[in-house]
């Protein structure tokens, strides 16, 4: 019997949908930038509960034609292209006609209001599970607005695969902000229902958005550059050298107006800051590229997330020239920026004198008292990590970063316990926040004020820290308070359980220690077993990981072959 069969429509539309919704912010994707390809100047997206329940785009642009909506929810139906010899030249950020009906696909109901500019009279649309229930003719303004209920409603196994609702809408709101700054052109709006999450003005140019999203005083400090060659321009925004993260998610990268991933240009950029700013950083900043369109082909990637350049080398190393001489040319002196900026690895241990333990030239290491403990007498430091030390049993090496993470952990839980973590800042520090960041913050705003975080709105996107965990004086840098909240953030779950508390203490302890690679001097070294020697569990760090390793007479015997 045969066996191979043609699938029905529904199930193309779902199998079409898992690559193109994965969650609410690909809905939101979607439905904003079908807006952009219809020439609105104006966005509102309205979400409630993260998206999940529902997700409300609403434009002012040209509107649907009564007739044709129907069929702009059928699979591969496109007013934007009309064959494939189109592929070459898309200047839309849609093509493919697959995103309404594989939205209709999954989700639970969906209604549509639009309106010609011509047309006397708009259409209403409302479909679920596909079908249409009602196609009629409805009194509304021009543009279209389109209504998305309980998205993977059949499908309760991706639903459970989303996140909290405060996460989903962070996500969203990372999307708006990328999209509004390109498209300044535009208005846009994210509103919860509550309160309005993002709104930027359509201006001419991008200075509004930009400053909605990084702050007055980051955005200030963004500096222009530009460069071009055949075929293609290249504009953007670098971020001064003191105002570095831990990631790259700040660096927004545009391809003839669609955000992208585009690898090239992305090290391209960070090349610019290389030598610059420390090891592991990353600056920020926005790079939008003008390409014709036979250098790019964005029909790559079903989210349209990668698209592949032609000339990459060419223009990511000019990209690099104009932005590393747009943050040179820079009035101050770099040297006094880079002294400005947190050292790298601040030592709470042993900052006092920096010399090493001395190594003789005849090969005898120096030997420090043994007071450190009553058990071990140390030996020196090798690879800037271990410290080596002769115990009771033997030969010991502990790992000086798991050691100080084990104390840090062990004196955090214990003022945690009596209520003293929260250390207040001599000076409040401003830190400035994206949206999306806005979002996350108010939604761990209990969890980190048990934990000793004292932060408030001080209008717009600053937020004024006037206390943080008392971890030393790691945390008194809006890098590193923006790195820690971002460590904290991407813990997913808000958990107000024990062991959320607990691998939040350990997660301070860890950005609070003094890390592999750093000269320790003697005293330093001491201090730090003897601090180690008074935790209740010195032989594993906080995450599990061995905090020394014993090597005895026997094991030493066997390697020598002495026995
Ligand atoms: P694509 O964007 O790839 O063409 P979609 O499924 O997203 O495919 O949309 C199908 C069609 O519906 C579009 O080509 C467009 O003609 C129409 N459409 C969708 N959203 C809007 C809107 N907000 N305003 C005007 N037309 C729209
Ligand atoms: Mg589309």
């Not at 880079?338 to 042993?350: H, Q, S, T, V």
């Not at 955090?412 to 806005?438: K, N």
């Not at 958990?495 to 302890?509: P, R």
Request: net charge neutral.
């Amino acid at each position: 019997m045969a066996k191979i069969k043609f699938l029905d429509e529904e199930t193309i539309n779902q199998i079409a949908a898992g690559e193109v919704i994965e969650r609410p912010a690909s809905v939101v994707k979607e439905l904003v930038e079908n807006s952009i390809d219809a020439g609105a100047r104006k966005i509102l997206v309205e979400v409630e509960d993260g998206g999940k329940s529902l997700i409300k785009v609403t434009d002012d642009g040209c509107g649907i034609d009564g007739q044709d909506l129907p069929l702009a929810f059928k699979q591969h139906a496109t007013s934007k292209i009309s064959g494939a010899h189109d592929l070459a030249a898309i200047r839309t950020m849609g093509f493919r006609g697959e995103a309404l009906s594989s939205i209709a696909s999954v989700s639970r109901r969906l209604a549509v209001f639009t309106k010609t500019r011509e047309a006397k009279v708009g259409t209403y649309l409302l479909i679920e599970k596909a079908a249409t229930l009602e196609l009629k003719e409805a009194g509304c303004p021009a543009g279209t607005s389109i209504a998305v209920f309980d998205l993977f409603y059949h499908i309760p196994a991706r639903r459970k695969h989303l996140r909290g609702g405060e996460a989903e809408l962070a996500e969203i709101a990372d999307l708006i902000t990328e999209l509004a700054i390109i498209n300044f052109g535009i208005s846009f709006e994210l509103f919860t229902g509550r309160r309005t999450i993002f709104k930027s003005i359509r201006s001419q140019s991008w200075d509004d958005a930009l400053f909605r999203v990084f702050g007055l005083q980051t955005s200030r400090a963004l500096l222009p550059f530009r460069a071009k060659g055949k075929g293609w321009n290249l504009e953007g925004m670098a971020g001064d050298l003191l105002n570095t993260r831990s990631s790259p998610d700040r660096i927004f990268i545009y391809i003839n107006g669609r955000p992208v991933a585009a690898k090239a240009l992305m090290s391209g950029y960070r090349e610019a800051y290389r030598n610059l700013i420390p090891v592991g950083r990353s600056p920020i900043g926005v790079v939008s590229l003008r390409a014709e369109p036979r250098l790019v082909d964005v029909n790559v990637h079903p989210a349209k997330r990668e698209v592949r350049l032609l000339q990459e080398e060419e223009i990511s190393g000019a990209l690099t020239q104009a932005v590393s001489s747009a943050i040179r040319t820079e009035a101050r002196p770099p040297e006094k920026k880079l002294k400005a900026m947190p050292p790298e690895m601040p030592l709470d241990i042993g900052s006092g004198e920096q010399s090493t333990l001395p190594l003789e030239p005849s090969g005898q290491i120096a030997l420090v008292s043994p007071a450190a403990s009553p058990k071990a007498r140390i030996l020196g430091q090798v690879l800037n990590l271990y410290i080596v030390a002769e115990g009771e049993q033997g030969l010991m090496l502990i790992d000086q970063h798991a050691a100080a993470e084990r104390i840090s952990f062990e004196r955090l839980q214990e003022r945690y316990r009596t209520m003293m973590i929260s250390q207040e800042l001599a000076v409040p520090v401003t830190i400035e926040l994206t949206p999306s960041e806005q979002i996350l913050l108010e939604a761990w705003k209990e969890t980190l004020e048990e934990m000793g975080f004292e932060i408030a709105p001080f209008g717009g996107a600053t937020y004024q820290v006037r206390a943080v965990p008392a971890i030393g004086s790691r945390l008194e840098s809006p890098q590193a308070l923006h790195d820690v909240l971002k460590d904290l953030f991407s813990l997913g779950k808000v958990g107000a359980s024990a062991t959320a508390k607990e691998e939040i203490l350990k997660l301070l302890a860890c950005r609070g220690s003094i890390k592999s690679g750093v000269e320790l001097d003697s005293g330093g070294m001491k201090r730090l077993l003897k601090d180690l020697f008074a935790c209740n569990n010195p032989l594993t760090c906080p995450h599990g990981r061995p905090v020394m390793v014993v090597i005895d007479r026997g094991q030493l015997e066997t390697l020598f072959q002495r026995r």
